[in-house]
């Protein structure tokens, strides 16, 4: 189990935090918003199903990246979080149209990906920190998270990230 820091989870590598209920974001796709203070690159969530379904979002040298199925493969951004400090990271993924869209703090980039994945997006259980799904080779978080959050369909826009990401500061700095 990670850690307790603060209103944080630290983690090292090995270390995961499990879900009580599958990830059911529907076949539209997903937003994903975390705080999070890496030291090193690693899984943020995994809900994958061995090969079946789910996704993963994370870190790959510290770039955000998301992964569907093989097909479509790891779908990394040319951001990069500041190693060590509080970075909002935010990602819309929208599955019918084959956008990505990543926010990490006041920067944002853009990805096309072949839509629509032919595996369901609706995964099991997750895994925050590390891999949910024993023969990944992903590694796992050496980092922090302090809020995490996944919401069905490609809901948020930029302007929805950076207005998370501020209420998420200012709620952290009280």
């Not at 850690?3 to 997903?30: I, N």
């Not at 789910?54 to 097909?71: H, I, K």
């Not at 895994?127 to 023969?135: C, I, M």
């Not at 990944?136 to 490609?154: H, I, N, T, Y």
């Amino acid at each position: 189990c990670p850690e307790r820091e603060g209103d944080a989870l630290l983690f090292h590598r090995g270390q995961f935090a499990a879900s009580a209920q599958p990830v059911r974001v529907g076949a539209d796709g997903f937003s994903f918003a975390a705080w999070v203070r890496p030291s090193h690159a690693g899984v943020l969530l995994d809900c994958r199903d061995g090969a079946k379904s789910g996704f993963v979002v994370g870190l790959q040298g510290l770039q955000p990246f998301f992964f569907l199925n093989p097909a479509i493969g790891t779908q990394v951004f040319p951001l990069t979080p500041e190693p060590g400090r509080w970075n909002y990271l935010g990602l819309t993924v929208d599955n019918r149209t084959g956008q990505a869209l990543a926010v990490v703090n006041g920067q944002t980039a853009e990805r096309t990906f072949p839509a629509p994945s032919d595996t369901p997006l609706d995964g099991t259980t997750a895994h925050l920190g590390y891999r949910r799904f024993p023969g990944s080779q992903l590694a796992g978080l050496d980092g922090a998270l302090r809020f995490l959050a996944v919401l069905p369909g490609p809901s948020l826009t930029a302007a929805d990230h950076q207005a998370l990401r501020a209420a998420v500061a200012a709620n952290r700095a009280r």
